[in-house]
């Protein structure tokens, strides 16, 4: 199972929000590029990157910051989401180096546009889903839609998506545990690799996905705990590391 530190950009900077509110922001750095550096340092081998600015305007915002921390770390696999709205910047984006690009409103309102990308971009696409109560949440989780996330799954998973990430937007940036029974339901139901977000607290976290991990859980999204200290990568990479 990866631990994949989140970075999470807003005007050039490393920030976390509540719950997805814009208006909720705490800034950890000025300095998004240092910080994918800690990470590297501390063991990751992937990196969750989400243009916060792009995700609201439907067009990337951030891109300069993305394209130097792809650059700075060539061998890091990069996943990339927010305003990734056609296939031209999924092509921009692979061209920099970035590894998955993470379709998430337009995944929802078009599902024809991922069988599209996966089409041209076999491997590099991943489905975002955010949900809560069992729907998906779209433009920035500012409205919840009426689609049943399990359906969602299925239907991108025979798309020929590389992953999903599922994130319950109750629990992110909550600090208040991850949700691994919503988890795990997801997982069961599809089988391309599902990728946890929201809530992860601390190293009882780790440790409750590390053993639902072979109902198909491979990666797990760390954000605000990495930043406010009540998870040290390094010692949780060991965890990970030891249960192999």
Not at 3 to 12: H, M, T, V, Y
Not at 91 to 108: F, K, N, P, Q
Not at 189 to 214: M, N
């Amino acid at each position: 199972m990866d631990l994949i530190p989140a970075i999470d950009l807003k005007e050039g900077k490393c920030v976390r929000l509540r719950q997805g509110r814009m208006d909720d922001e705490t800034i950890f750095s000025d300095d998004p590029v240092a910080i994918a550096g800690r990470w590297v340092d501390a063991g990751a081998h992937r990196l969750h990157i989400v243009d916060l600015d792009g995700a609201f305007a439907g067009s990337p915002k951030n891109h300069q910051v993305i394209q130097a921390i792809a650059k700075a770390f060539p061998d890091l696999d990069i996943q990339v989401g927010g305003g990734i709205r056609n296939a031209d910047t999924v092509e921009t984006y692979l061209d920099d180096g970035v590894r998955y690009t993470i379709i998430g409103t337009r995944a929802v309102s078009e599902p024809h546009f991922v069988n599209d990308l996966c089409l041209s971009f076999p491997g590099h696409i991943i489905v975002g889903l955010d949900a809560k109560d069992g729907k998906v949440a779209i433009d920035g989780w500012s409205k919840l839609s009426n689609h049943d996330v399990i359906d969602m799954a299925q239907h991108f998973e025979h798309d020929g998506v590389a992953a999903i990430v599922y994130t319950d937007i109750s629990k992110d940036g909550m600090m208040k545990g991850v949700n691994v029974e919503a988890t795990v339901k997801l997982a069961q139901a599809v089988r391309v690799p599902v990728i946890a977000s929201g809530g992860v607290t601390s190293l009882d976290d780790i440790k409750a996905l590390l053993a639902v991990e072979e109902e198909g859980i491979n990666g797990v999204i760390i954000g605000r705990a990495l930043y406010e200290g009540t998870i040290d990568l390094a010692e949780a990479q060991k965890l990970v590391d030891d249960a192999k």
